[in-house]
């Protein structure tokens, strides 16, 4: 592992296949009455957020203190820029009281990268979003989730996502969640089809290891999961799309075309969903949608994250219990 | 001023000749010329060329002292083997009248490392409405020549077509900063395989040459010269090139940095790449260089852009755009035009010092190295390597995309009208 996670492309199938299965210890810790680690005891965590996100925010706090970090929740509304202190000096002064760690959100994208790469601080980076470019705790928690149901919650230890066929729908141009994903299912193994109009798709888009389509009818049939993704209404303003309606007709995921998919597909979403936009009420509130489980999956997957980077080479769990129990 | 013999030089790489220097003038080029009463320069088998003309240099004064002076930019200049700079508009105030013009002009005379041609907004603001009194700006002190909005595009069709023909009245150029506004909103770095996987705003390479194609149009149409800003795409020189086999009056320059930089290195996120036009891809960089050789592309100039630390030591989306270059041109032209072999010395010579001062009209420079012409020279030594280190640049700002890279060439001797500026590489 690296000593910092800017990046889903910086992982090696290794590295993402232990985060899964660390994840799926810590989701073990989960169950137990008492839900809490000792392993980062002492270690200071900063949640760093310049853009608001509540659910990232939180998913990380629970994570940190699950682990017994001590948190300093930062949130810093709107750009370093317009607060009058820069990145560098916000950073520095968290820095200076003291910090192990900064899980950073930014609107910037780089700005993680910049953090972790310009000598401001020695601090371990986690990004928790930038800009347009990563979300690699989303993607994990995606693929994870994805192992679980697809793969199974112990047949899936040690295994990658080979053959799984995923497709992800929405507006790809300005999702870091679609960058993550593409690049982590593609080092686990598993084929990617992006779907979206011609307008959400960035050019360059062809160096991706995917595959990209304008048709979801035809592309629902072929996959094990399809993965939604949020559209904001305003981009019709920016002439993406005509209306929001024709955007939901074309590739908003009701319950016809749900029907298309394998029996044994998962509908996921990274939330939060715009209902009525990319997906229907029916869809999200069917068995078949794993959102809700998504969000939980986070929680694990960011203590399996937060323990690989800082936890050093003490065991994550402890299974004396579990020894004695034999 | 005394008598200066510059001895064994290689005169636009020709064979080594001394070259006398009287007053302000040179007076005998040959060999064997006798140094009786003369200062003696020892060239050693450098390359003298006429000193360098940069028609696109950001002073920053007034406005912006923190970044650059007009002391501090026309050190830099000289230090980087030049004699004459065209000074940008888009201070603060702009230079869109005859007072601000003037004034900059009058500060380059009096610090006297390098002349200073003011060039002229071609809107008032810089805010593409309304045209500047370019009439004015010609009749002052400065006699401006060259006009720019450059930091924004003339991206009005109609503004732009009545300014190429209004500076006719006066023998005067437009100079284009060719930006289609609306296709770089929220633009960030070239539009393409990086982009898409750095999550950057895309600058496409369609929003320049659209208006170079449209400007090169309506040049052809009222008869006008126009001439375009820091060319940065392939598309852009193939526009150019069918422009010029019409014979529509069009000049174009490129900047060093986009004849050697691509925009692989933006994946660093480190800011001292942002520039506009952004960096683009080695297909780019490739036609650029061929085009600066077959001379579709008529000149270098630097876009010598200083910004102070602060602004570019932050996160990408923050930072500003432009890089400074007056001290490391020679050196990135030596490196991608002359070491490559697409460029002799004499062919530097042109695009560097002869054709800069003849768009600009910059009299008395880019003038042949013969008895009788201004003595306006440049001493290069060729066979130099070294770092870059911006700790001993002269200018104000420090924001390379050099610094540590080994380049080629060093200019050690500068001269303005016979009066030394830099002396084995130090300013007088």
């Known amino acids: ?326 | 001023m005394s008598k200066i013999l510059i001895r064994g030089a290689k005169v636009l790489g020709g064979e080594p000749q001394d070259v006398l220097i009287d007053g302000g003038t040179i007076a005998e080029v040959g060999t064997g010329l006798s140094a009786e009463g003369a200062e003696v320069v020892e060239a050693d088998g450098k390359v003298l060329l006429p000193g360098l003309v940069d028609l696109h240099t950001h002073l920053r004064e007034p406005g912006r002292e923190d970044s650059e002076t007009v002391l501090t930019g026309t050190r830099a200049a000289a230090s980087g083997g030049y004699t004459a700079v065209f000074a940008m508009a888009n201070t603060f105030p702009v230079a869109d009248t005859a007072g601000v013009v003037e004034q900059v002009y009058r500060l380059g005379r009096d610090h006297g490392y390098c002349d200073v041609q003011p060039i002229g907004a071609v809107t008032v603001g810089l805010e593409g409405k309304k045209l500047a009194e370019l009439g004015a700006m010609h009749e002052s002190a400065a006699g401006v020549t060259v006009f720019s909005d450059d930091g924004k595009c003339v991206d009005d069709a109609v503004i732009m077509r009545r300014a190429l023909e209004y500076v006719k009245a006066f023998g005067g150029v437009v100079a284009q900063h060719a930006q289609e506004p609306r296709l770089t909103e929220g633009a960030q770095m070239n539009e393409g395989v990086v982009s898409a996987e750095l999550g950057l705003g895309g600058w496409p390479a369609v929003a320049e040459e659209s208006i170079i194609a449209r400007d090169v149009l309506l040049a052809e149409h009222v008869g006008s010269r126009v001439h375009i800003c820091h060319l940065s795409t392939a598309g852009s020189v193939e526009i150019v090139r069918w422009a010029k086999s019409r014979g529509i009056d069009v000049t174009a320059e490129v900047t060093p940095h986009h004849l050697l930089l691509t925009d692989e290195m933006v994946r660093t996120y480190n800011p001292v790449y942002k520039v506009n036009p952004p960096l683009r891809t080695e297909r780019d960089v490739l036609a650029l260089r061929e085009a600066l050789a077959d001379g579709t592309i008529d000149i270098v100039a630097t876009d010598h852009a200083p910004h102070p630390h602060e602004d570019k030591d932050c996160e990408w989306a923050a930072a500003a755009m432009g890089m400074v270059g007056l001290e490391t041109a020679l050196s990135v032209v030596q490196a991608t035009m002359v070491d490559t072999g697409l460029l002799d010395w004499a062919g530097v010579a042109d695009r560097m010092s002869v054709k800069p001062a003849r768009i600009g009209q910059a009299t008395g420079h880019g003038r042949p190295v013969s008895a009788g012409e201004p003595a306006n020279l440049t001493l290069v030594d060729t066979e130099y390597r070294g770092q870059v280190d911006p700790a001993g640049f002269a200018s104000r700002s420090r924001n390379t995309p050099y610094e540590g890279r080994e380049l080629p060439g060093r200019v050690t001797h500068t001269w303005l009208r016979g009066k030394a500026t830099l002396v084995d590489g130090k300013l007088t």
């Open chain 1, 1 to 326: 592992m690296q000593r910092h996670l800017i990046s889903a492309a910086d992982l090696t199938r290794d590295d993402a296949v232990l985060i899964l299965d660390t994840a799926e210890e810590m989701a073990r810790v989960a169950d137990r009455p008492i839900k809490k680690l000792p392993t980062l005891r002492g270690r200071t965590i900063v949640n760093l957020f310049f853009e608001d996100s509540t659910r990232t925010r939180i998913s990380f706090e629970a994570a940190e203190k699950r682990l017994s970090a001590d948190v300093i929740n930062f949130t810093a509304k709107g750009s370093s820029v317009s607060k009058g202190e820069s990145l560098k000096d916000t950073a520095q002064t968290l820095e200076a009281m003291g910090v192990d760690a900064v899980v950073i959100r930014h609107g910037a994208s780089g700005a993680p990268y910049r953090l972790a790469n310009s000598g401001w601080i020695d601090a371990a980076v986690i990004n928790a979003g930038d800009g347009t470019h990563q979300h690699p705790t989303q993607a994990l928690l995606d693929a994870f989730t994805m192992r679980r149901r697809l793969v199974g919650r112990d047949a899936g230890l040690g295994q990658d996502l080979s053959g799984r066929r995923i497709t992800v729908v929405g507006d790809v141009l300005h999702s870091r969640v679609a960058r993550s994903n593409v690049d982590l299912l593609h080092t686990l193994g598993a084929e990617v089809t992006l779907v979206a109009p011609p307008t959400l798709v960035p050019v360059g888009v062809e160096a991706w290891p995917c595959e990209v389509s304008y048709d979801l009818d035809s592309t629902l049939p072929k996959c094990d999961a399809v993965m939604m993704l949020r559209v904001q209404r305003e981009r019709m303003n920016a002439a993406f799309f005509p209306t929001e309606r024709e955007y939901s007709r074309r590739y908003g995921l009701d319950g016809d075309r749900m029907a298309k998919l394998p029996e044994h597909a998962i509908v996921m979403h990274p939330g939060p969903m715009v209902r009525g936009m990319e997906i229907t009420a029916e869809v999200a509130d069917s068995d078949r949608c794993t959102a809700v489980e998504q969000v939980a999956n986070g929680v694990s997957i960011r203590m399996a994250v937060l323990y690989l980077l800082l936890g050093g080479n003490e065991p994550a769990v402890s299974h004396a219990r579990t020894n004695e129990e034999k």
